[in-house]
């Protein structure tokens, strides 16, 4: 699976916009990008994976570069309880293995 | 009620003693893991089962075992523990038909003493 890199840390202020970057230029073609975060000490929670093209839900959009090597989480209005680490995650969806690579991630703090 | 639950939430335990952590699920799903989390370390695989037939061992199944009683149950047991086994331990469910995105349970925190 490709790896990536996140920044280690950043601060958001509530209510704001929340991008968080992601290079995985080492990505696959069929690999994709998941997002999952993590409140301290309680389990990941998923958020949002895509192939090549944006994708939103109720929590996030994910927007993923035409050459699919880096992508950006969007957390739309960052409230307080935003506030963890976030992982980006590249693997190929159907692989055997089933395993997720989880790296340091980004600590995201979001502040009154 | 939440969908993969763990039990127990906390556990002290001595070095020498077998407990086991359990895991249950609601999600339908065929794939069950278990993973370690350390401080600084992320997280680790432990074992996964792909159904209940189906036991593999992930990348640091030394000390551990695993059984899956049903498709809905996942336990780890701890044969012999060990302080390097105080850890955060969870569980995970996924499935083919959701592209393989894993949920997780809100995990057991094991001290060894």
């Known amino acids: 699976d490709a790896k990536t890199t996140q920044p280690p840390s950043m601060d958001c202020a509530e209510g704001r916009a929340a991008n968080l970057p992601c290079n995985h230029s080492t990505i696959s073609g069929n690999e994709y990008v998941y997002w999952y975060r993590q409140i301290h000490s309680q389990g990941p929670q998923y958020i949002i994976h895509g192939l090549k093209n944006n994708e939103t839900n109720e929590m996030a959009s994910l927007i993923i570069t035409e050459d699919r090597k880096s992508s950006t989480l969007i957390l739309p209005h960052a409230t307080l309880r935003d506030t963890a680490v976030y992982y980006c995650?590249?693997?190929?969806?159907?692989?055997?293995?089933?395993?997720?690579?989880f790296g340091a991630g980004t600590q995201v703090v979001v502040t009154p | 009620d939440a969908d993969v639950t763990q039990t127990p939430r906390n556990r002290i335990t001595k070095t020498g003693k077998r407990i086991m952590l359990e895991c249950s699920q609601t999600k339908g799903h065929d794939r069950m893991y278990w993973y370690r989390q350390d401080p600084g370390l992320g997280l680790r695989l432990i074992y996964y089962s792909f159904d209940v037939k189906d036991i593999n061992k992930g990348e640091i199944s030394d000390g551990y075992s695993v059984s899956r009683q049903a498709q809905a149950k996942f336990s780890l047991s701890l044969e012999s523990a060990i302080p390097n086994q105080t850890a955060l331990y969870f569980c995970a469910t996924s499935d083919y038909d959701t592209q393989e995105t894993q949920y997780f349970g809100p995990g057991t925190r094991l001290l060894v003493l």
């Open positions: 995650i590249v693997r190929v969806a159907t692989d055997s293995w089933g395993k997720f690579q």
